[in-house]
């Protein structure tokens, strides 16, 4: 079945420092990814919609330029960090619509990227 | 917004059936509705689709009256590792490709 994959599964680094995520779909083609962050104890929040080979679109709220999306291929969306601060701290996943056979279409989810902002 | 409104917690034992429900009263004609579980540090995973009536797989089964307006996950005998987070969500957007827009989800606990 479908898979999403992210890269990588933990990373920590310095504040003021960019950090990348990779989000890239095994066995299928994702025209549309969407990018999540979670933090402790709360429920996942959409932060923007990557389009392959468009500019993305950011959720209310989410800022563009801190959160750079580049959906450069039809299997790799990627997310980075910018000038990471403590605050961003969080649990970033993301998801590609996929099928699963029997014309049930889903969203199927990568396992998370945990970030830690020190 | 999130299109759907769920319990926050629910508690139960081994070998229960757990019944979660779901409303969503302003779902669209084209929504399907499906329902996720996560654990801890992992990302959602899928459990069961549907549109309407009854649908069921080998780990769910999934009730969705005829005005679709709410629905019912059921999980049959819940063990210690079916202790999670819900979520009930339908998609946003045509078709069922949309963007997901999550809610709080039911956090089940079950007890031995």
């Known amino acids: 079945g479908a898979v999403v994959s992210q890269h990588p599964s933990w990373v920590i680094c310095k504040s003021g420092t960019s950090v990348k995520i990779e989000c890239r779909s095994l066995?299928?083609?994702?025209?549309?990814m969407f990018w999540y962050r979670q933090f402790p104890k709360q429920s996942l929040m959409l932060m923007a919609t990557s389009n392959e080979g468009s500019k993305a679109t950011y959720e209310q709220g989410v800022e563009k330029d801190k959160f750079l999306i580049n959906h450069a291929s039809l299997t790799l969306s990627t997310l980075t960090v910018t000038s990471a601060h403590p605050e961003d701290s969080s649990f970033y996943i993301c998801?590609?619509?996929?099928?699963?056979?029997?014309?049930?279409?889903?969203?199927?989810f990568g396992q998370g990227t945990r970030l830690t902002v020190v | 917004l999130a299109k759907t409104t769920q319990p926050i917690s629910m508690d139960s034992y081994e070998g229960q059936e757990v019944n979660i429900t779901c409303s969503h009263n302003?779902?669209?004609?084209?929504?399907?509705i499906t329902w996720y579980q996560q654990f801890p540090s992992q990302g959602p995973r899928f459990i069961i689709q549907g549109y309407k009536t009854k649908v069921t797989n080998e780990v769910a089964s999934l009730f969705i009256p005829a005005d679709r307006k709410s629905s019912t996950l059921s999980l049959p005998r819940v063990s210690l590792s079916d202790t999670a987070v819900y979520y009930c969500?339908?998609?946003?957007?045509?078709?069922?490709?949309?963007?997901?827009?999550f809610g709080q989800g039911t956090t089940l606990q079950v007890k031995p």
């Open positions: 969500l339908v998609a946003e957007g045509s078709g069922n490709t949309g963007k997901l827009i």
């Open positions: 302003n779902i669209a004609t084209n929504d399907y």
């Open positions: 066995d299928f083609q994702a025209t549309t």
């Open positions: 998801s590609a619509w996929g099928s699963r056979g029997a014309g049930i279409t889903e969203a199927f």
